[in-house]
């Protein structure tokens, strides 16, 4: 009996070091869907706190994160995310904005991932893992191919149709106007205000302080801007402020 019982221990014990093996840090077999797990929770950290603004200024995303990223850009997560935004922006306009009718009421689009995207030529370049190449990215630009966004071309043609001037507002260059307006046109978009494209003088100007500027400019010409849409935080920010803005997810690449 006692035999028996030294024998059923010793196997107890084995049994309990195979599973403690099993669950050893070191082990690769237990631990591939672990590291698996940790970094898409990582990623996804990653993604969202460059969303709140906590991570700013990065050149590439995290190498280990690009196909997760990809994957997120291009998923109907993403739709749905950017659908959510819009629908609170209808929800602010149903009841926030007593129009004048004096041709004063106004509001601002972002152009580039926010009327238009550039996920088509990040597709070919990195898709946020590479430091972005200017030139080759104006020189896609200059093709005029970029695809509408759908969420935001119904929510452009809503506001117009509601009497509002819309005033574009981009980080591109000034040399960039006739293929930005025939991108824009060709896709759908017309009846904006103004399109402001940054000049010479602008170009060594902080995205953020060049946008502000145009916003004093079009607030001291009597301008009540009611909203901004844009999927840069330095189109959102700075003074003077529009009554609200609305933010669209983008985790390719930060301009400040």
Same mark, same amino acid.
């Given at each position: @009996?006692?035999?028996?019982?030294?024998?059923?221990?010793?196997?107890?014990?084995?049994?309990?070091?195979?599973? /403690?093996?099993?669950?050893?840090?070191?082990?690769?077999?237990?631990?591939?869907?672990?590291?698996? %797990?940790?970094?898409?929770? *990582?990623?996804?950290?990653?993604?969202?706190?460059?969303?709140?603004?906590?991570?700013?200024?990065? %050149?590439?995303?995290?190498?280990?994160?690009?196909?997760?990223?990809?994957?997120?850009?291009?998923?109907?997560?993403?739709?749905? %995310?950017?659908?959510?935004?819009?629908?609170?922006?209808?929800?602010?306009?149903?009841?926030?904005?007593?129009? =004048?009718?004096?041709?004063?009421?106004?509001?601002?689009?972002?152009?580039?991932? #926010?009327?238009?995207?550039?996920?088509?030529?990040?597709? =070919?370049?990195?898709?946020?893992?590479?430091?972005?190449?200017?030139?080759?990215?104006?020189?896609? @630009?200059?093709?005029?191919? /970029?695809?509408?966004?759908?969420?935001?071309?119904?929510?452009?043609? %809503?506001?117009?149709?509601?009497?509002?001037?819309?005033?574009?507002?981009?980080?591109?260059?000034? #040399?960039?106007?006739?293929?930005?307006?025939?991108?824009?046109?060709?896709?759908?978009?017309?009846?904006?205000?103004?399109?402001?494209?940054?000049?010479?003088?602008?170009?060594? @100007?902080?995205?953020?302080?060049?946008?502000?500027?145009?916003?004093?400019?079009?607030?001291?010409?009597? *301008?009540?801007?009611?909203?901004?849409?844009?999927?840069?935080?330095?189109?959102?920010?700075?003074?003077?402020?529009?009554?609200?803005?609305?933010?669209?997810?983008?985790?390719?690449?930060? @301009?400040?």
């Amino acid at each position: @009996m006692a035999r028996k019982i030294v024998l059923i221990l010793v196997l107890t014990c084995l049994c309990i070091g195979l599973a /403690a093996a099993d669950w050893n840090i070191l082990n690769p077999i237990w631990n591939i869907n672990a590291r698996q %797990d940790s970094l898409k929770n *990582y990623c996804e950290s990653w993604r969202i706190n460059v969303e709140l603004n906590n991570i700013r200024e990065f %050149d590439v995303v995290p190498q280990e994160c690009v196909a997760l990223i990809k994957k997120y850009m291009t998923s109907s997560q993403y739709d749905a %995310d950017c659908q959510r935004a819009i629908e609170e922006v209808t929800l602010y306009l149903s009841r926030c904005c007593s129009l =004048k009718g004096d041709g004063k009421d106004a509001w601002i689009f972002d152009v580039d991932d #926010t009327l238009i995207s550039t996920i088509p030529y990040f597709k =070919k370049h990195g898709f946020g893992g590479e430091k972005v190449n200017s030139s080759s990215l104006e020189a896609w @630009m200059e093709e005029s191919k /970029a695809p509408a966004l759908d969420h935001t071309f119904k929510l452009f043609h %809503d506001i117009k149709d509601r009497g509002m001037k819309i005033f574009l507002v981009s980080s591109r260059k000034e #040399t960039l106007r006739s293929p930005t307006v025939d991108n824009l046109i060709n896709v759908g978009y017309h009846g904006w205000s103004r399109l402001f494209l940054r000049g010479f003088e602008d170009e060594y @100007m902080h995205v953020e302080q060049y946008k502000s500027q145009v916003r004093k400019t079009l607030m001291d010409q009597g *301008y009540r801007i009611w909203g901004i849409v844009g999927d840069q935080w330095s189109s959102l920010k700075g003074l003077p402020e529009a009554k609200r803005t609305f933010k669209l997810p983008n985790s390719i690449y930060y @301009m400040s």
